[in-house]
């Protein structure tokens, strides 16, 4: 009888052995499919295009100057492992940015088909929403209004006022130019993006320029608490002290 019970015993023992060593590579396999898609699914953030500092009296300057103020952002550059900015001129009057995948159109949308681009083509917040889901324009018609987050990723901040942007591939920028990011304060306002790097908000009826955009919407404002003093920013993949 002690020999029956032991023999149960060691298969039941065997068992739960074996149970274990399959939940705990069940759960390895699921973090690791977790993390691959994650790892895969952000975007990293590219760097403002600012390579000069200021002195002390505000007048620009090279960065290596002796007595400026540090840790300005023209201190850190691409040899410090910032991703730049990295454009392709399509050639049918698109770009693609070679950091998020997303389509551009080159040039500000010419919303009254004259040929030219002038305060004409600028519109309500509403018409540049109906303008890009209904356009049809080099192969794809999947367009539509892009966030203000990405609207900024296009912005070169090393490039006075309104004069251009990264690479200089997109066309020349002249605008303030609709997002389709809400104003969480006010149902009526949206946020628009200037090409000197400037956004805010707008009531919806203001008249702003229009460039669309083509490719997934990043999740930027979710994040992943990791219960250590740090959170994971999904749409970045970048870690911030949580306090």
């Known amino acids: 009888m002690k020999f029956k019970v032991n023999n149960v015993c060691n298969k039941i023992g065997r068992k ?14 699921f973090l690791l499919s ?17 390579h000069w500092c200021v002195d002390n009296n505000n007048n620009k ?5 002796a007595g400026i103020p540090q840790g300005q952002d023209g201190h850190y550059d691409a040899a410090q492992g910032k991703v730049q900015p990295s454009f392709t001129d399509n050639g049918d009057g698109t770009v693609t940015d070679n950091n998020s995948g997303l389509i551009w159109q080159q040039a500000a949308a010419d919303m009254n088909n004259d040929n030219k681009l002038d305060d004409n083509d600028k519109v ?3 018409e540049a929403v109906a303008y890009c889901e209904n356009l049809e324009f080099a192969g794809h018609s ?15 901040r090393g490039i006075d006022s309104f004069s251009g942007s990264s690479s200089s591939v997109f066309n020349e ?20 993006v200037g090409y000197g790097g400037n956004n805010t908000s707008a009531l919806k009826a203001k008249h702003y320029a229009v460039r ?12 992943i608490d990791n219960g250590n003093g740090t959170v994971v920013d ?4 970048l870690m911030w002290q949580q306090d």
């Open 234 to 237: 999904i749409s970045t993949g």
């Open 16 to 29: 739960v052995r074996t149970i274990k060593v399959h939940f705990i590579w069940g759960v390895f396999i």
């Open 173 to 192: 920028f002249l605008f303030n130019f609709w997002s389709s990011t809400e104003y969480a304060d006010d149902n009526n306002k949206v946020w628009f």
């Open 212 to 223: 669309c955009v083509v490719g997934a919407s990043n999740k930027v404002g979710s994040y």
């Open 34 to 50: 977790v993390n691959i898609a994650f790892s895969a699914s952000y975007n990293p953030l590219p760097d403002t295009g600012q």
């Open 61 to 65: 300057v090279d960065c290596s100057t």
């Open 124 to 126: 309500t917040r509403d």
């Open 142 to 156: 999947n367009w539509r209004l892009p966030t203000r987050w990405e609207l900024q990723t296009i912005v070169d």
